[in-house]
Every structure is written in C-alpha cells, then in structure tokens.
C-alpha cells in the first residue's frame, strides 16, 4: 500500500519562506498525478498545486506567483517550495495523488486517492 509522508512545515513570518516535502512508500505511483492540498479550520479542503511527472503543472490562482511545485523523477517524491507566505496560507497542507484520468480536475479534492496525513504551516503576521 503507497503511503505519503510529508515534512518541512512550521512557523514563518509573513514574507518568508517554506518547502514542504512528500515521500512515497511502500509502492510505485504509475499512471498517477501528485500534488498538494490545505485545509484552515473551518475551511473546505482546496487544491494548491499539482503536477504530472515532468509533463504539467496546475497551480491555484491565489498562489501561482509565489508557490512551485516540483517532482523527483528518480523516487517519485514532490516538492512544494513556498515564498512571499501570508496569513492566509496558514493551514495543515496534505499530499496527495490521483489517477491521470483526473488531470483535469486535479486541484479538486474529489480527484484524490491518496492522501498523506498533513503537515502545519503557520504565518504570522
């Protein structure tokens, strides 16, 4: 069974910097899309990034000038490198992976299959 793991989340200042990390166990990831989510509380589950091997990327709009995500072709482990944070990124970010079907919707939740157990990051202002 694949498992996600991330790491790298923490405590910054507003116009700082973070890079969230996803390994993958326990199997291969063939035919599948990884990315990440976040939910603060209160809030709905939403799609920050995601990318297809080497071939696409889907970023929110909110955070497509400031976030990049990035994949390691050898182990398959995903990258979330965050500059220029704000409050309102503070939440638990979840990895995650979805079929290659689903593409199209990959920054929607419904996509997913997989999900990692979250990492927090918090911003102050």
């Known amino acids: 069974q694949v498992h996600l793991v991330e790491s790298g989340g923490g405590s910054v200042q507003t116009g700082g910097s973070l890079k969230l990390s996803c390994e993958v166990s326990?199997?291969?990831?063939?035919?599948?899309?990884m990315g990440w989510f976040r939910q603060a509380p209160g809030k709905a589950r939403e799609g920050v990034a995601t990318?297809?091997?080497?071939?696409?990327?889907s970023l929110a709009r909110d955070v497509k000038t400031r976030f990049t995500i990035s994949q390691d072709d050898a182990t398959n482990a995903v990258y979330l490198q965050m500059t220029s944070l704000k409050p309102e990124d503070t939440a638990m970010y979840y990895c995650?992976?979805?079929?290659?079907?689903?593409?199209?919707?990959?920054?929607?939740?419904?996509?997913?299959?997989?999900w990692g157990q979250g990492t927090q990051v918090t911003v102050s202002s």
């Open positions: 995650a992976a979805g079929p290659t079907s689903q593409w199209y919707y990959s920054l929607t939740p419904a996509s997913i299959s997989i």
């Open positions: 326990g199997g291969d990831l063939d035919n599948m899309f």
């Open positions: 990318i297809r091997g080497n071939l696409a990327t």
